[in-house]
Nanobody, 124 residues
Framework: QVQLVESGGGLVQAGGSLRLSCAAS????????MGWFRQAPGKEREFVAA????????YYADSVKGRFTISRDNAKNTVYLQMNSLKPEDTAVYYC?????????????????WGQGTQVTVSS
């Protein structure tokens, strides 16, 4: 069983930056690929970024490519999402997710573990 706890959300002006963190419990963090998803009001939960267990394979949604960076520190059992050049359309609840696989995925259905989410609000 893996427990995930996100932090770092908040209110920021357009063009600003935020760094989200997701702390994972357990001793086999490197066995889990991690992903970030987001859900805006009235919309489906959508893929943002994913990273493999070793950090050598990374995927981004087209909407965030070049602005967001996913990374992980396996010594700290933590995955990060650095968000730069934020836009109002990035406003959503951001969720961290984990799956017991070497590689991440864009489909939310293949992730077994989810955090509680952290709100990100970007004002114009």
């Amino acid at each position: 069983q893996v427990q995930l706890v996100e932090s770092g959300g908040g209110l920021v002006q357009a063009g600003g930056s935020l760094r989200l963190s997701c702390a994972a419990s357990g001793r086999t963090f490197t066995s889990y690929a991690m992903g970030w998803f987001r859900q805006a009001p009235g919309k489906e939960r959508e893929f943002v970024a994913a990273i493999s267990g070793t950090g050598d394979a990374i995927y981004y949604a087209d909407s965030v490519k070049g602005r967001f960076t996913i990374s992980r520190d396996n010594a700290k059992n933590t995955v990060y999402l650095q968000m730069n050049s934020l836009k109002p359309e990035d406003t959503a609840v951001y969720y961290c997710a984990g799956r017991p696989s070497a590689y991440g995925a864009r489909l939310k259905e293949v992730y077994d573990y989810w955090g509680q989410g952290t709100q990100v609000t970007v004002s114009s």
